[in-house]
């Protein structure tokens, strides 16, 4: 069984048991959260909108991304700003899809 879901505004096709980096969710590791389904694939036959779906996860951990980094610079006018960031993710792992 396939499902997409979506968080943040963002898409992922997930399967049971499968970890992945989403945007960051508010909680605690070991939390459970249940997540916005859009699409369930059950043996062939699809279901799209609003389906009775749902796709449950456990929190893992919050890390951060790597580090990207935002220069500019005026030539000829001793004028250059460097400023740098890192995107929060939310390290989930699926653990029950059911349609």
Request: proline residues 1%.
């Amino acid at each position: 069984m396939i499902a997409v879901i979506k968080v943040a505004g963002q898409q992922f096709k997930v399967e049971k048991d499968q970890t992945l980096f989403v945007p960051h969710l508010g909680g605690n590791a070991g939390d459970k959260v249940e997540l916005e389904v859009l699409l369930v694939d059950a043996d062939g036959k699809l279901s799209v909108g609003s389906t009775n779906a749902k796709v449950q996860a456990e929190i893992l951990d919050h890390v951060k991304g790597d580090t990207v980094i935002a220069y500019k610079q005026k030539r000829r006018k001793g004028f250059h700003k460097k400023k740098g960031h890192r995107t929060a993710y939310t390290k989930i792992k699926v653990t029950n899809l059911s349609a």
